[in-house]
T-cell receptor, first 110, second 113 residues
Framework: EDQVTQSPEALRLQEGESSSLNCSYTVSGLRGLFWYRQDPGKGPEFLFTLYSAGEEKEKERLKATLTKKESFLHITAPKPEDSATYLCAVQAGGNTPLVFGKGTRLSVIA | GAVVSQHPSWVICKSGTSVKIECRSLDFQATTMFWYRQFPKQSLMLMATSNEGSKATYEQGVEKDKFLINHASLTLSTLTVTSAHPEDSSFYIC?????????FGSGTQLSVL
């Protein structure tokens, strides 16, 4: 069974304090690993898709990396507006639905 | 990125009534759309896979007669919660696959009184 585990469940950072969120996964044939940002009462906002181990992608203060067992979302010098829940999901193959982790609730304090 | 429009954003209804939620892909065609349900501080749980022109595929434990899904065109899928009860109150989110990834609607908060 495909599984996604995110840690920590919640993270509180001071503005400018860099950190990383972890996403561990087990999947039979990874087609893609996805990172989303979700604000309260809204649908997930697409951030990145990673397809193979060693791949890295960046967007502003965010950088996502992928190994064969886990992915990290690095946040460099976060700002209060980065506060949100960050969701990780995997897709096993074809046009199959994503399997989501429970998310990490990030709070960045000014 | 691709845009998925979901309507309404929130709805309050009386117990026993039916509620329809629409999900549209605005700038791409989606042969497959997915419907998720999310409880507070929980992750997204897949309810069903909606296929254009055919019957939806429901996940185990999801009542297909209660959650009716129609995917009549390549840009529209609807979820109808029939005879809603307070335990159906939740955040419902649709998603669709575009060439560059999977995109989500803004969600519908359903409150059943």
């Amino acid at each position: 069974e495909d599984q996604v585990t995110q840690s920590p469940e919640a993270l509180r950072l001071q503005e400018g304090e860099s950190s990383s969120l972890n996403c561990s996964y087990t999947v039979s044939g990874l087609r893609g690993l996805f990172w989303y940002r979700q604000d309260p009462g809204k649908g997930p906002e697409f951030l990145f898709t990673l397809y193979s181990a060693g791949e890295e992608k960046e967007k502003e203060r965010l950088k996502a990396t992928l190994t064969k067992k886990e992915s990290f979302l690095h946040i460099t010098a976060p700002k209060p507006e980065d506060s949100a829940t960050y969701l990780c999901a995997v897709q096993a193959g074809g046009n199959t639905p994503l399997v989501f982790g429970k998310g990490t609730r990030l709070s960045v304090i000014a | 990125g691709a845009v998925v429009s979901q309507h309404p954003s929130w709805v309050i209804c009386k117990s026993g009534t039916s509620v329809k939620i629409e999900c549209r892909s605005l700038d791409f065609q989606a042969t497959t759309m997915f419907w998720y349900r999310q409880f507070p501080k929980q992750s997204l749980m897949l309810m069903a896979t909606s296929n254009e022109g055919s019957k939806a595929t429901y996940e185990q434990g999801v009542e297909k007669d209660k959650f009716l899904i129609n995917h009549a065109s390549l840009t529209l899928s609807t979820l109808t919660v029939t005879s809603a009860h307070p335990e159906d109150s939740s955040f419902y989110i649709c998603s669709a696959t575009a060439s560059v990834g999977l995109f989500f609607g803004s969600g519908t908060q359903l409150s059943v009184l």
